[in-house]
């Protein structure tokens, strides 16, 4: 009985996290076209209930009555896997990410770790689908997304060495407790925005969107996908940027500590400045994709490799020096 009881507060503390988490794609899906139509002098959604916010309800009903069509070429096990392999991925990375002290479902030493094994394992869900399809354009798409997610996985996890070689510690709640007197953005600067852009191309948001260029691929490794299954991939993209910019927020921005230690704003819970936080990371992402054009392929992985590369390594040993010769490393724990 005490097994079973577990079993099932385990489940409703999984349920707890994801319905709150699928609510959010719904509305910053909606936020993020709010945004674009703004930079564009448009309207946006704005006749789907109150503002247009149903607009994404709308969206997804429609995906779920729409026929499911798989290519006669296509391998189907995998084709039929492969969303599902996207979209669990992009849900359980958020199992280590506290929105306070108290608030996060599984406080793990090694948060970090679990974070990037999970990610990393991300990319096979696009290959699949790109590599099942049978199809030359979702290869393509497949096969670039692959380079890319690869490529700024390598500086996104150097930049947070710069972080851990201040904390200490793996832990995420640590992390955030280590920034109550200053928050590291302000001493890691450069490094915020090398990971900010490292965000964008690791999501593969504009203008680093290559593996789904419609001038070039249709829609890369989507194309042959309709319906619900194509709706999965969606979801996952959206629950993989939103875990970056959680992410960031984490590192850089305090997690849910208070800006401002003044009433009554420090009497506002944690949870309440960690989803601050993440929206004001994802309006910068939408703000990025109103503004800038799409980069070409040979200039990704320049960026990435010849200078973000390089840089996030000397800042590691920037800060390891500075940290050194002022007797402030931390004890690892």
Known sequence: MIYINIFFSEIYKIIFLLLPVLVSIALIVWLDRRVWAFVQKRKGPNVVGPFGILQTLADALKFMFKEIIIPASANKVIFVLAPIITLTLALIAW??????????LANINVGILYLFAVSSLSVYGIIMGGWASNSKYPFLGAIRSAAQMVSYE???????????????????????????????????????????????????????????????????????????????????????????????????????LSPIDIYPLNLLPGAFWMIFKILGLFILFSLVKAIVPRYRFDQLMRLGWKIFLPLSLIWVVLTASFLFFLDMLPVAG
């Open 95 to 104: 199992a280590v990410i506290p929105f306070s002290n108290e608030m996060v």
């Open 154 to 256: 390598v500086s996104i996890g150097i930049i947070i060495v710069n972080v851990l070689l201040c904390v200490g510690s793996l832990n995420l709640n640590k992390i955030v407790l280590a920034q109550e007197n200053v928050w590291f953005i302000f001493p890691l600067f450069p490094m915020f925005v090398v990971f900010f852009i490292s965000a964008l191309a690791e999501t593969n948001r504009p203008p680093f969107d290559l593996p789904e260029a419609e001038s070039e691929l249709v829609a890369g490794y989507q194309t042959e996908y309709s319906g619900m299954m194509y709706a999965m991939f969606w979801l996952g993209e959206y629950a993989n940027i939103l875990l970056l910019c959680a992410l960031g927020s984490i590192l850089f921005l305090g997690g849910w």
